[in-house]
């Protein structure tokens, strides 16, 4: 059971690259989120999921777009990559939503933007 | 919305001691505050948590407590071990985001042997 699975680990982007994080989950959760992880900042969505074709905004969605064209997938798109984008993401995903659910989180993709 | 704040940021203990980090949070209607750690090169993982309608809540050696009148939870760790060490983040269901978790930035937990 592979849990959830983020590709690539590592990239590095120029400013003004796009580029696309893939997230699958082998769980049949319905919730899906994507996180990133800035020192001393702890970990703040980004956009998130509540079922296969739906997105919602979080906390800093701006300069991210995303889909969930199918349930066990969620991609996360950066247009047009700034430096301030430089961060490690994360995805999760929940069985329910909001804090009931825990989360199961991957292992995490550090993009770093020259 | 909700705001969760963490302390300390990084905390080192000799094994054996002690350990604990304190969250507060400013939204009184959230009602469930769970507990991350993370290992380095991983994602963080649920270690323990606890409802408002609860006060403490222990799984051997870790607990956590919970004062909703003062808005402030706190991770216990007794008996530090080296694989304690680790990142740890508190997190608060806010009513903002259709419920979703609010982070605490993390504490660095260094258990020295």
């Known amino acids: 059971n592979a849990g959830v699975t983020q590709t690539p680990k590592f990239r590095v982007l120029k400013t003004g690259q796009s580029m696309t994080l893939l997230c699958a989950q082998d769980?049949?959760?319905?919730?899906m989120y994507w996180y990133r992880q800035d020192p001393g900042m702890g970990l703040r969505l980004i956009h998130y999921?509540?079922?296969?074709?739906?997105?919602a905004k979080g906390e800093v969605p701006d300069g991210y777009n995303v889909s969930r064209l199918k349930k066990q997938n969620f991609l996360l798109g950066l247009e047009s990559a700034a430096p301030s984008q430089t961060s490690v993401y994360f995805c999760?995903?929940?069985?329910?939503?909001?804090?009931?659910?825990?989360?199961?989180f991957g292992a995490g993709s550090r993009l770093t933007v020259l | 919305g909700e705001n969760v704040e963490q302390h300390p940021s990084t905390l080192s203990v000799q094994e054996g001691d002690s350990a604990v980090i304190k969250c507060t949070y400013s939204?009184?209607?959230?009602?469930?505050f769970p507990w991350y750690k993370q290992e380095l090169g991983k994602g963080p993982q649920l270690i323990i948590d606890?409802?408002?309608?609860?006060g403490e809540k222990k799984d051997q050696r870790i607990a956590v407590t919970l004062n909703k009148t003062a808005k402030h939870f706190s991770l216990h760790i007794t008996e530090t071990q080296p694989e304690d060490s680790a990142v740890y983040f508190c997190?608060?269901?806010?009513?903002?985001?259709?419920?979703?978790?609010?982070f605490g930035a993390g504490t660095i937990l260094r258990v020295k042997s």
């Open positions: 999760a995903s929940s069985q329910t939503g909001g804090g009931v659910g825990v989360l199961t």
């Open positions: 769980m049949n959760h319905e919730y």
């Open positions: 999921s509540v079922g296969e074709g739906t997105t």
């Open positions: 939204d009184s209607a959230s009602n469930y």
């Open positions: 606890i409802r408002s309608n609860v």
């Open positions: 997190a608060a269901r806010g009513m903002e985001y259709g419920n979703k978790l609010v």
